[in-house]
C-alpha cells in the first residue's frame, strides 16, 4: 500500500487536533498499520503528552531536520503497539526552526518506513500551519459546532486549497446532541452548508476524553468510550473501509428514547 | 375615497374613485405626508379599487412610500391583475443594469480570507462564506448562497446590481451605501434576491426573473 502523509489541522486552537491525531494514530495501529505521528507545534509540544510519552524524548524534529542525531534515534516508540512511533516537537525552540522545505524531506524519508504519517499542525495559519501542510497530501479539518470554529476551518480549507491540497475532510468533534435536538447547537448539516467538504466522522462529546488525555492513554484504548469508538471508526474509513456516519448517537442509556420509537411505530 | 386605517402594526390606504393614476398618485401622496410624522417605517397595503397600474407605475408607487419612510407590503386592484403586469417583460430587473465591459466568472466557492477584486462584473457560481469579500466595479451575481461581505460599484456607480440565489449577507455594499442585516432577528431567506439603491437607500426584493 502507498503511504500517506494525512495533516491534522483546524486554524483555532483548543478543538482537539492533538487528542484527534493521539486517537487515529493509535486506532490506525491497532489496525496493523504502521504509524508515525509528527508533532510540528515546535515550542507548545503536546502530543507526546497525550501519549504518555513524555519521559522517552531524546530527541526531537529540530535535531532531526539540523542532522544532529539519526531520525531513527528521535522515534519513540509507542508503549503499547509496535507499530506506532512518535517524532516529538522541540519544547526550547520556535516554529521558524523548521522550514516548508525540510518538512517535505522529512515526510517523503519516513514514507519508506510507514504506511500512514498524521502531521499533528498548531493553531494559527503562519509558519507552523506552512511547515505541517508543507510534505501532506490529505487533510483532516477539526472544527467544533461553533461559528468561530467553523470560520477558521472555512479559512484554513482555503489555505489548503491554495496550497494544492484538493483532498480534506472534516471531523465535527465535541458534538452534542442533546443541544443540537433542542436547537441550540449548531447541526452537522449547518456545518457542512458552509464548509461544503466531506465528513469522515462526528465525534460525540464525551468526558473520558479529559480523563484519557491526563492520563496518556488514548480513548480508542477503552471499549466503553463513546468518543473512543467514534475515532476508531474514523481510523477504519480513513483505511478504506466503508463505516456509515451514524447521524446522531443516542446520548445516555437510550431505553426511553427506544420505547418512545417504538411507539412512534407502531402507531 | 379614500380612507386610511392603522392596524397590528400595519396601514391600510383604500383609494376608490381616483379617476387617472396622476389622481391617485396625489392623493396617496397627500396622505402620505400626513401619516408619516405618526408612522415611520411602517408596512403599508394599498387597495387601489378598479385602477389598472403598469408595472412602472407600480415601482413609483413603491418609491413614493419609501420616499416616506414606508414599505409596500401588498398592493390590491380589482383590475386586471398587477401580479401579471409585474412579472412581465416591463419589469425585467437587468434592464436598467449599468453595462460594464468585462466579467469575472468564477467557479468555486470564497472562504473565510479570500478576497476578490474585478474593475467590471462578477458571476460566482458557489457560495460566499463569512469572512469573505468580493469588490467588483459593476454587478455582482452570486449563483450560490452570499453570506459573507459584497461590494458593488465601488467606484461610485449607484445603480450597480446585486443578486444571490440566497442573500444572506454580513454586508452589504452598493457605491458609497453600507448596509447590514437587522440585528437580533435573523431571516434566512428562501428564495433569490436582488439588492440595489432605490430612494437613496440600499433596498432588497425578490429576484423577478
Known sequence: MKSKVIVITSGKGGVGKTTTTANLGTALAMLNQRVVMIDTDIGLRNLDVVLGLENRIVFDIVDVVNGNCKLNQALIRDKRFEGLHLLPAAQTKDKTAVTPHQMKNLTNELRKDFDVILVDCPAGIEQGFRNAVAGADQAIVVATPEVSSVRDADRIIGLLEASGLKDSHLIINRLRSKMVKRGDMMDIDDILDILSISLIGVVPEDESIVVSTNRGEPAVLENASRAGGAYRRIARRLTGEEVPIMAMEEEGGGIVDRFRKMLKLAR | ?209
Do not use: W
Not at chain 2, 400626513?34 to 415601482?59: C, E, F, M
Not at chain 2, 419589469?91 to 465591459?101: A, C, G, K, L, S
Not at chain 2, 459584497?150 to 446590481?161: I, N
Not at chain 2, 448596509?179 to 430612494?199: H, K
Open chain 2, 1 to 209: 375615497m379614500t380612507t386610511a386605517a392603522y392596524t397590528k402594526g400595519e396601514l391600510y390606504i383604500r383609494i376608490l374613485n381616483a379617476g387617472s393614476y396622476s389622481e391617485l398618485e396625489e392623493e396617496l401622496r397627500d396622505r402620505l405626508e400626513n401619516l408619516s410624522a405618526y408612522l415611520p417605517g411602517t408596512l403599508v397595503k394599498i387597495d387601489i379599487g378598479d385602477q389598472h397600474l403598469t408595472s412602472k407605475q407600480v415601482r413609483e408607487i413603491e418609491d413614493l412610500l419609501l420616499d416616506h419612510g414606508f414599505y409596500l407590503q401588498d398592493l390590491m386592484s380589482n383590475g386586471p391583475p398587477v401580479e401579471d403586469s409585474a412579472a412581465g417583460a416591463e419589469e425585467y430587473p437587468f434592464d436598467d443594469m449599468p453595462y460594464y465591459n468585462d466579467t469575472v466568472m468564477i467557479c468555486r466557492h470564497l472562504r473565510s480570507g479570500q478576497k476578490l477584486f474585478s474593475e467590471g462584473n462578477v458571476v460566482i457560481l458557489g457560495d460566499i462564506n463569512p469572512g469573505a469579500e468580493v469588490i467588483a466595479g459593476g454587478n455582482i451575481m452570486i449563483l450560490g448562497s452570499l453570506r459573507g461581505m459584497v461590494h458593488a460599484g465601488a467606484f461610485g456607480d449607484e445603480t450597480a446590481l446585486i443578486s444571490a440565489y440566497r442573500m444572506n449577507p454580513t454586508q452589504l455594499r452598493i457605491a458609497s451605501h453600507i448596509t447590514r442585516p437587522p440585528d437580533g432577528e435573523s431571516v434566512e431567506p428562501n428564495i433569490p434576491e436582488l439588492a440595489r439603491i432605490r430612494a437613496g437607500k440600499v433596498v432588497i426584493e425578490k429576484l423577478k426573473i
